[in-house]
């Protein structure tokens, strides 16, 4: 510490200390002790030191790192008592290297967040900052106590008490908007708000103006990152419907602005893929794909970095699945423009792509499945016989039916998606094309009899992983859910006979009693279905497979009085196609 002190005055030393220190690999405790000295100039270096050590929270990353090993270490060294003692200093220099500090552990150790929740003199402190007036010229300072805020909310909530975090929530926020565009303000804004629907709308009016401006400009100033404030516009947009259409309609350019850069060859990958998350935002909600019509080109962009092999990175990848998940609906003007550009062959491909031994490539992978069969789910919606035929010549059946038993409960939930999408309307002209396969292509352990002999061999296959799944504890709602209207829509076609003489019926009756409404009615379509011998002709209430069922009247009759008014509507249908009250029965239908 003397030997700073002489260097700060201009001697020339000898540092026995710090070299010690350095021998011993504890530099960070030595530059911790460094911070305490009166000396502003010894401190302030020491300070920024530190916080260059854990400046990831200042790039362009939305989420904090898996590994908090550097925040942890630096919070051991006693980091943070040194960081919050300054920053009440005198010295605006010495407060904003506290203040930067302190950002860099809140954002790289939950202890930190939390240390600072239970600390009302020191959030005082951080909320004096982040509301200081714009005209005062500390935005630096402002920017700062936000993110620490910020991280705070993200990081230690449940500490927070209710109007504490509301408070903290919206003062955060608003000294954002005043310090953007410039960085990191922008970044900072983008974590806060991004699965935070409230502040999205609240934040959207004032926001996105000031970004919004910057993509106009032939040159973009220093002080601004385009990359961020692209993410903050994907954010802004990532939950709000309002602030969808403030960037589609009050500015339309500046969106075409923005995805020029994925057309650029030389685009950094970080830019192309804040530009691919607006595009995913952006394209949520039907409305914005009813109007939006992007060129064929970007498209083509969009779909050709959906292949890791054509991309620069795997989280771009997972960004442009995304996208795709959403521009390949049937309401949307772009789906034909992605299916020519090949998002069939390349969204299947990923399916089959062999899972990385490193563990942040391992989750991104994992992600990277979801969004593909999620897209094919999409893709799938609606569509006539020939986009599904499509489907199946490059994901033939068995390998569509391992998925639906996949160790991923959202790849196999998405899988039984397609399924549901394919049988919609289509069921028996599926099953009856030449290609045919066994229960025993589907999976070497399911080794069950054929369920009828003269049925198509494809729907035995799915009838066998449908009753493999039925009888699996702990299976997820979503998945009950899109198997139940696979089955109903095969019900409602002219397979019906078949089901009726499987154990299909009676693994129904347990789905009328599950706690998700979602399911309930998804099973009440099953039942209705099997009401019907016909078209539109009801086979006898004594001759209902059902009606022979134990529990399916008890829990039928449960449901006439249930909560949901979706469920309590079907199920008086069911009642009356079943002779449990007097109501006229409306057709069958796939679902």
Known sequence: VGGVRAWAAGEVVVWPTLLVMLAQADVERGLVQLMLTPSPVVAGASGRTLAAVCAGWRQSVLRRPADSALGESLMAVGAFDAAAALVSSSQPKVVETALGLLAGLTWASKSACARIAVDSSLVKRLLELARAPPSDGRTRLRVLGAACLAHCVLGAAPLLASAGLDEMRHSVSGALQNCLPDSPAPMVLARLVEE???????????????????????????SVNLEQVLWALACLTRLSESNRQQVLLDRPSALSTAFTCMLQPDTPPGLREAALELLRSVTRSVRTLRVLLLEPRLINAVVAQVDPAQSPSLSLSVAASAAVCNIVLEFSQCKQAAIEAGAVPRLVELLAKPTPMNIADAQLCTTLRLNATWALQNLLYMAPLSLKQQLLAVLPWPALLRLTLDVDAGVAEHAWGCLRNLTYAHATSLFAAPERVGVADVDPSMDVAMVEASAPVAL??????????????????????????????????????????????????????????????????????????????VVPPEEQVLQHITGFETSLRRLLGDSDLDVKERARTCAALYGFAAASAPPQASV
Not at 196 to 222: K, N, R, S
Not at 496 to 514: A, D, G, H, K
Request: proline residues 8%.
């Open 460 to 537: 035995e296959a799915v009838l066998q992983a449908a009753l493999q799944q039925l009888s699996t504890a702990g299976a997820a709602d979503g998945l009950l859910e899109q198997l139940a209207f696979t089955l109903a829509n095969l019900l409602a076609s002219s397979f019906r006979p078949v089901l009726l003489q499987t154990p299909i019926p009676s693994s129904i009756v347990p789905l009328l009693e599950s706690h998700s409404s979602r399911v309930r009615v998804a099973a009440l379509w099953c039942a209705i279905n099997m009401a019907f011998q016909s078209h539109d002709v």
């Open 196 to 222: 935070d629907a409230e502040l999205q709308a609240l934040a959207g009016p004032t926001a996105l103006p000031l970004l919004l401006e910057y993509l106009h400009l032939t040159e973009i100033p220093p």
